[in-house]
């Protein structure tokens, strides 16, 4: 996750992965140090950058789909605390079935 001022806009890059046999779909995220929370997918065409927002992402079985740069991420918006380089951030992954997995994300520049 993106070091970010009090109030300022953070992101956060990871990879899905699916080791599992069923398909993997992520319904939303939540991240307590977040006012909002959104997941985009950024596109680049004919050099202009939009972000597209994501209802789910799916991740077929024995697949993984990486949360980059210029790519799929996490955006967090309107942050209660600033975010330090060395801070540690819980972000949950609202996956199908009600099954929730937390992260521990490690904030960097
Ligand atoms: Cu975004």
Redesign the pocket.
Known sequence: MRAAEQGAVS?VYFMLRNPSPDTLVLHGVEIDVAGGVSI?R?SDTNGMAA?VMQDSVVVMPGDSVAFQERGL?V?ATNLHTALRVGDTVVVRLRLQKDRVDTLRVAVRE
Do not use: F, L, T, V
């Open positions: 992101a985009h950024s972000m991420h955006m």
